[in-house]
């Protein structure tokens, strides 16, 4: 890139929310931001499909990384899938929703997504991804977590590294003072603090960077409209409603909750539904395989 001024905002972790993602594209608009880099977790559990792809499109995304939601995606069109498992039953429901309203080029887009990218901007080197660079799932950047661990994000000598993942927004540096910068989460906002909890507003973050250096690291927080996600959810149909409801109204996730998750499974019948979507062979269907 030529020596400029570049207003990027970075967006994480939208996990379906359509409406989330609008309101930030609008508010960034207004930034005057320049370029858009996008780190992962754009689908799933929410309605979002197409409509998400053709946002990120119309901005012009310049970066685009693999989060671990789309992996599990992938994980699913593989059929790597625990039928006894409730947890699995979920997410392979909501992709069979995701399979049954995205277009194949965006299918093929998420197959095709990097784990980690650097870019150069004028004379910093960046380092982005979803989490590690090689690892796009666990626990491991938590933000309380040690130094240690953020320290891994500098194996080569990055002057910035740039994750998501955690729904945290953050700023802090490594051992030898390098940069670390987490936007937070468009559509899953999550704090462990209640007063802190009950602010469900879509984050993202801008990264200003001049001839000389970083201008400015700004964290957002925007709003949006509750209610019209949640109308897109149930006119369009989305599995485990009521889930995405609680989600959108208190933040609360259920993703690993078992035993509520095997209650709503035998409810709907959402294994039943799981397995007859794999006996009508619908990969081979949307060339998918």
């Not at 996990?15 to 005057?32: C, P, W």
């Not at 409730?86 to 997410?91: F, L």
Request: proline residues 2%.
């Amino acid at each position: 890139m030529k020596d400029m001024k570049h207003r990027i905002a970075l967006l994480a972790d939208v996990h379906g929310n359509a409406s989330a993602l609008k309101a930030v594209i609008e508010d960034s608009i207004k930034e005057g931001v320049t370029e858009y880099w996008f780190l992962g977790d754009l689908i799933m559990p929410g309605p979002g499909a197409n409509d998400l792809f053709e946002i990120l499109d119309s901005i012009k995304v310049a970066t685009y990384v693999k989060g671990n939601w789309e992996d599990c995606f992938l994980d699913v069109l593989n059929k790597e899938i625990d039928f006894d498992n409730a947890s699995d039953i979920y997410v392979s429901r909501l992709v069979q929703y995701q399979c049954e309203n995205l277009d194949e080029n965006y299918i093929n887009l998420i197959k095709n997504l990097p784990l980690h990218l650097t870019r150069q901007v004028n004379n910093l080197s960046i380092s982005i991804s979803h989490n590690l660079q090689n690892k796009n799932y666990g626990g491991d950047l938590w933000p309380t977590n040690n130094q240690k661990n953020f320290d891994q994000l500098f194996e080569h000598d990055y002057d910035i590294a740039i994750y998501a993942h955690t729904h945290h927004q953050l700023l802090r540096y490594s051992s030898k003072d390098q940069l670390i910068i987490n936007p937070g989460t468009i559509g899953q906002p999550f704090y462990k603090w209640d007063k802190l909890h009950t602010d469900l507003r879509a984050q993202y973050a801008i990264l200003e960077i001049d001839e000389t250096g970083i201008a400015e690291v700004r964290f957002k927080k925007i709003s949006y409209d509750v209610e019209k996600e949640l109308n897109n959810a149930i006119n369009n149909k989305l599995p485990y409603i009521y889930l995405y409801r609680e989600m959108l109204e208190t933040g609360k996730t259920h993703t690993h909750d078992i035993e509520l998750l095997q209650k709503l499974n035998d409810k709907f019948n959402y294994k039943d539904e799981i397995i007859n979507f794999f006996e009508k062979n619908y990969w081979e269907y949307k060339g998918i395989k």
